[in-house]
């Protein structure tokens, strides 16, 4: 026990002794390696939360302008025998959640039964289709 109290008193000392400079030499290695870790890792993480701040504001603005131009658009499919595939696109189309669109499936001369599968599309409103 007596030698710990003694190790404490010489530590006391020591500290007593040192000036500001020894002090700041002391301390010199914490402040080259500790001192920018802590900011760097600070503005590392200030940077990545403006990052993201960022982008939710890029998206709502997207989402305002969705919101409020309520253009019309018109889709323009043109198609030549395409009996097999036109079906599937008029499909898509419609599963597109823009509000205000009109679907316009031009048949360009088909020689298969492209004009027939649309037509039903036609029929019920839902797309407009001319024949050439």
């Known amino acids: 026990m007596d030698w710990i109290l003694h190790q404490i008193l010489i530590y006391k000392i020591t500290l007593s002794r040192l000036t500001g400079e020894r002090l700041f030499w002391l301390y010199l290695p914490c402040i080259l390696i500790d001192a920018p870790r802590y900011f760097l890792s600070k503005v590392l993480l200030l940077s990545i939360e403006l990052i993201k701040a960022t982008k939710a504001l890029a998206i709502q603005e997207v989402d305002e302008v969705k919101l409020n131009l309520n253009l019309k658009v018109s889709i323009l499919v043109p198609g030549f025998n395409e009996e097999a595939g036109m079906v599937h696109t008029i499909e898509s189309l419609l599963e597109n959640k823009y509000p205000n669109k ?3 499936v031009i048949d360009d001369g088909s ?3 492209t004009y027939e599968y649309c037509l039903p599309y036609a029929e019920k409103g839902l797309i407009k289709l001319f024949k050439k």
Do not use: F, G, V
Request: no cysteine.
């Open 102 to 104: 009109e679907i316009i």
């Open 111 to 113: 020689t298969d039964k």
